[in-house]
């Protein structure tokens, strides 16, 4: 195989193609966020590291970020890919007068009040999600009713490399920095099928530098 055939093939473990664990699947998390927080954060100040990846993958295992948003609202976000760990997919709420538990999968919500109560719970379904969200999508092209959700898309994705980049230079990265100074451009250039591609190094916090 090429370089290039190789990474294609190997995607997750190429960060030009990937993004890492955070981009490539922790971003739904991000998403909810965002929607239950009604923006993208401000800055992202993050740690993280690799144990148990194979050589020559630029993953890291696990990446830690404390997003702060408007307001002075935080989230402590943390995903992790380590095996014989456990796993947990869900979102945590905490509000001033409760708690909110947003389960992924078809685990369900719920939502307790300050005592620790149950005031609402919802059983969890995954095939019924993936049913509803396609059926949404069918009749809003039979109603010519367009569902545009670019601006979220690409806010949510920002939101990721965002907490990446703090992660990776280990340094605090403003949305402002990301959105109107960042130079980084991951794509490979003159890119073709059996090109070479150069050997993958990945980052290294205090080596790796804030673009």
Known sequence: MSDTEYQLFNWMHYIWLSGDQIAEQAVHNIDAINWVMGSPPVSAYGSGGRFTRPEGSEM??????????????MLSFHCRQIPGTQSDNGNVIYGTEGTMYISAMSVGSKLLDRSGKEIWSQEGSISDAYQQEHKDLID????????????????????????????????????????????????????????????????????????
């Open 140 to 211: 809003s092209i039979r109603e010519g009713k367009p569902i545009v959700e670019f601006q979220q898309t690409a806010e949510s994705s920002l939101t990721a490399v965002m907490g990446r980049m703090a992660a990776y230079t280990g340094t605090k990265v403003t949305w402002d920095f990301v959105t109107k100074e960042s130079q980084l451009d991951l794509f490979p250039k003159d890119l073709s099928w059996n090109g070479d591609l150069p050997e993958p190094r990945y980052a290294v916090p205090g080596q790796t530098k804030l673009v």
């Open 60 to 73: 890291w295992d696990s990446v830690s970020i404390d997003y702060e948003y408007p307001g002075n609202r």
